[in-house]
């Protein structure tokens, strides 16, 4: 069965900071993984995803993610945050799959940026 | 960019009552998913349909839930009857042919029954 763990139910950081938000999966194989931002209200807005080859992947809005497959982790980061940054992030995993390919999401991080 | 759309964005009904929720996949997609999001809960999957059956579904599928593709546009989930605890947002994806591994989400319709 594939699970995603986000160990970070809330953080907060400083506009302008830097932000590294956790995730770590379990699944038999390698992966398929991405990263979905949400805003209050909103849909999920796909902001990258690992399939196979270069490990560090970039995404919209100046996110990055890092696929490490000794850690079983994929960690969303991104150098400088901007208020518009706050929303619920969310860390999903998908396995290969003719036909079904559900994806299984982690819980969560809510993100928060302080003036 | 194609999108996947959803109807209605809101929708209130009674408990006991059927509803259908209305998704119209990306045109050419193969494979289609309802999922839910209970409030301040995370993205749950409820099914994946292909080939015009249901590939999986999970254990909140059960028997008062169906999925449809009447036609060749549009992606139904049907309640028949409502519970409170479905109260909830309603997320249908679609996904092309076998290969193109990216799930496109709609915007959600945001269930809410009394």
């Known amino acids: 069965a594939q699970s995603v763990t986000q160990p970070d139910i809330h953080i907060t950081v400083s506009e302008g900071a830097s932000l590294e938000l956790r995730c770590n999966y379990s699944y038999g194989a390698t992966p398929y993984l991405f990263w979905y931002v949400q805003s209050p209200g909103q849909g999920l807005q796909l902001l990258l995803k690992?399939?196979?080859?270069?490990?560090l992947v970039q995404g919209i809005k100046g996110f990055e993610a890092e696929f490490k497959r000794s850690q079983s982790s994929f960690n969303l980061r991104k150098p400088s945050v901007h208020w518009s940054d706050a929303a619920e992030y969310f860390c999903a995993v998908r396995g290969y799959n003719t036909n079904a390919g559900k994806s299984t999401f982690g819980d969560g991080t809510t993100l928060t940026v302080k003036p | 960019e194609p999108e996947v759309t959803q109807t209605p964005s809101h929708q209130v009904t009674q408990m006991g009552q059927e509803v259908i929720l209305r998704c119209v996949p990306i045109s050419n997609h193969l494979y289609f998913y309802w999922y839910r999001q209970i409030l301040g809960q995370k993205v749950e999957f409820l099914v994946s349909?292909?080939?015009?059956?249901?590939?999986?579904k999970s254990e909140i599928f059960d028997d008062q839930f169906s999925v449809e593709r009447p036609d060749g546009s549009n992606f139904t989930l049907k309640i028949r009857s409502t519970k409170l605890e479905d109260s909830a947002m309603y997320f249908c994806?679609?996904?092309?042919?076998?290969?193109?591994?990216?799930?496109?989400f709609g915007p959600g319709t945001r269930l809410l029954v009394l």
């Open positions: 994806a679609s996904r092309g042919r076998q290969g193109q591994e990216t799930q496109y």
């Open positions: 690992y399939f196979s080859g270069d490990t």
């Open positions: 349909f292909y080939n015009n059956e249901i590939s999986e």
